[in-house]
């Protein structure tokens, strides 16, 4: 459920990266709201990163093929 909620919340670019996370959370973290938001604050960091590198390698291409 958890995984579920994180590919909603952040697509599913980062569906690898979310199933690693979450199932490390489970095994080495107590289930608390603090814990949580740690959780939701790392995946999202990550998600912003992948989006970033996505948007940067989309004008390169873009530029790639404009030059051609």
């Not at 980062?14 to 095994?27: D, P």
């Not at 998600?47 to 030059?67: F, N, P, T, W």
Request: charged letters at 40%.
């Amino acid at each position: 459920m958890l995984i579920h909620k994180f590919k909603l919340k952040y697509g599913n670019k980062a569906e690898q990266y979310i199933n690693n996370e979450v199932g490390k959370f489970l095994s080495n973290n107590r289930l608390t709201e603090e814990n949580l938001k740690k959780l939701d604050d790392k995946i999202g960091r990550e998600a912003e990163l992948r989006e970033k590198k996505g948007e940067v390698l989309d004008d390169h291409l873009s530029q790639k093929s404009g030059a051609s």
